[in-house]
């Protein structure tokens, strides 16, 4: 073997055994929740690397002809590199990096959901909330896979799925019920709401960019046509995550997805991938008023405030509509994209309402007991929306003085934190003693105080589900 | 002083007025936690610890650097988080601050002393030595812990660990006191390592003494 192979052989072999003490450094620490979707990803990096381990062993001479060698040579190398990458996924998912208390009650979203796949959460230094998934079960097809490698594949329940959330200094945890959007990402294929009474207005939605199109000599042609299916797609995906977040949340997700977006998104929030955010807004709030009484009717009578499309988001800009909106999109997309984007914003809007029903008939088959209702939030602006008040955290509730208490869900934790936050923040004392301003303080003590009521609630419902 | 029986802890957690209500929260098994006949709550180790560290800092000097007091704390522990079922070893003469599972909130007119238990006691663990809770405070109570024993002890999240004894406060014409404290670093509070030793005014007077003393030294 040349003296260049060999030198390659040894650098392969630092390489992964880097990768190895990384990992065994991984299995080391604590995840958050007891969450075991990051040590089944950490032993199939370990398979992979086992596998690459073994190609390394075998391109050895004089056992391996040169040519061979070299071939098993480099393909360790690749396995070494995309052992490099997979880990990559993990940062950011132990205990120090993502607030511990959370992650188990979102398990338990994620259980309610009847997600089977394995999922992690973990956080980055982003303003981002993410699901991400991958499918790498072809890996089991590598010649010679490693044993470890086979066995991990079958331990994880692909594709695998990995939710994102800001790093720690936007954590804010009444934020956090954004993770119930992105938990509907995972459940988006099994809502299928009936269309076909829109047929005429998807018709005219589509003559309309022909229009647009011809206007600016572009033909509507199969390759134009595949493009609206697949901006149409995500838009709708968008829309059923959101119904998601709404049913699991309630007027929390509202707040909590516009908070966030006021404080990292303040723009129209219009792309192939997304609809503007003052319609997700419009569309949101017209959910929350239906009904009767309605999540606003409930949040007015406890509050004596009214929920607004711009209660906590007035600096998120109204898209504008038409030519407008086509001229403007035309300069950063492209005529075709923008000619679809400004054509598919009525139509969506058109059949939204229709998709939150689907969602909800969906839901209310396979989790009615993970539904918040506005009977639900009127029972938790009461008695524990003025404990909060009085620095305790909505851990548990008695329905009357008789009966046992039983432990808040994850929603009506969001929602107390919620209402405290918008309407009686000046009521939470300022303890002074660090820096900053007097309401940041108060804030930071309401999350303190949220933080431990989803530690303490799950802590209730561990102990009562172990009997 | 009058010791709260178990009978009126009870009716008191179960107070309608928010004001008047103890909160022991989440008391997991209430009956075990609040024996008939005895006169305490029964609270139990949580899941946050820290761990003291060898640190770079000669001394805790709050009047050495108040800019990086604060921080000068959080770096002398290591946080632990142990989740139900995973345990802690608390090894001889080691000193460890713990949480209470239960978050505690006091009304106006009760106060509380925490006391270890015996058990644990006999064994060689100190369990708090701050033991008076005043009226009004809200929030996790902070165990400091400290193996006395020549054997480790393993601790898990849910044992019960200490007592809880209630007392009722009155004012000066022997009614319940309605006295609302000022706001204190330990109300609401839900974080085990302290923010400052001594109060603002304190810190200040001692500060100016401290000053007066230096420059008469330099004469």
Known sequence: MPQEELLAQQACSFFLARLEAEISRLRGISFPGHDIGPRRWLNFISGVLDTGRQYLDQSRPPSTAVGKAEQLLEDAETLGERAYVFLKHVTGADATQIPHEIVAPFQRWVAGLGITNTIFFRSEHLANYELWQMDARALKNYPSASQSLVTAIDDINWPILRVTVPGHAMDMLPHFAVVA???????????????????????????????????????????????????????????????????????????????????????????????????????????????????????????????????????????????????????????????????LVPYLQTIGAAVFTATQDYLDRICPNLLYSPQQLNADLGDPLDMLCALVPPIEARANSAADPEAMGLASILNIGWATLLTRLDRIPDKGGSPGRSDARRFDQLHQLLLKAVELSEARLLWSEHK | MTVLSTEAIRRRLRESDVARRLVISPLLDEDEQIKRGQASVDIRLGFNFCLVTASLFGSIDEFQDTSTERKSFRDLYRREYVPFG??????????????????????????????????????????????????????????????????????????????????????????????????????????????????????????????????????
């Not at chain 1, 792309?271 to 409930?298: C, E, I, K, Y």
């Not at chain 2, 706001?183 to 390592?193: A, E, L, P, R, S």
Request: charge should be neutral; proline fraction near 5%.
């Open chain 1, 181 to 343: 959007h992105e938990l509907g990402h995972a459940i988006q294929d099994r809502i299928k709401p009936d269309l076909s009474t829109y047929a005429s207005d998807r018709q005219s939605c589509d003559s309309r960019i022909a229009q647009r199109l011809a206007n600016n000599g572009i033909a509507f042609g199969s390759n134009e046509r595949l493009r609206v299916t697949t901006i149409f797609d995500k838009w709708l995906n968008e829309i059923k995550a959101d119904s998601v977040g709404h049913f699991l949340v309630g007027p929390a997700f509202f707040f909590a997805l516009f908070g966030f977006l006021e404080l990292a998104g303040r723009s129209y929030g219009i792309a192939d991938t997304h609809r503007p955010s003052d319609l997700r807004r419009q569309l949101l709030l017209n959910q929350l008023t239906m009904g009767s009484p309605s999540f606003a009717d409930v949040f007015r009578a406890k509050t004596s405030t009214a929920i607004t499309e711009t209660i906590n988001s007035p600096n998120i800009p109204a898209c504008p509509q038409g030519d407008t909106l086509f001229q403007e999109l035309r300069t950063e997309y492209g005529a075709t994209d923008a000619a679809i984007c400004t054509e």
């Open chain 2, 86 to 219: 995973s345990s802690i070893i608390i090894h001889p003469h080691q000193f460890v601050l713990a949480q209470t599972l239960e978050y505690i909130r006091l009304p106006t007119d009760l106060m509380a002393y925490v006391v270890g238990r015996s058990t644990w006691g006999r064994l060689g663990l100190i369990v708090a030595t701050a033991i008076g809770i005043h009226p009004s405070f809200a929030g996790s109570l902070t165990f400091e812990l400290r193996n006395l024993g020549e054997t480790p002890l393993t601790l898990y999240p849910g044992q019960t660990i200490a007592q809880l004894f209630l007392h009722s406060v009155v004012d000066e014409n022997g009614r319940p006191s309605a006295t609302t404290p000022s706001v204190t670093q330990y109300v609401g509070t839900v974080d085990m390592i302290p923010q400052s030793i001594s109060s603002e005014k304190t810190r200040d007077r001692l500060s100016k003494l401290i000053e007066r003393f230096e420059t008469r030294s330099k004469i």
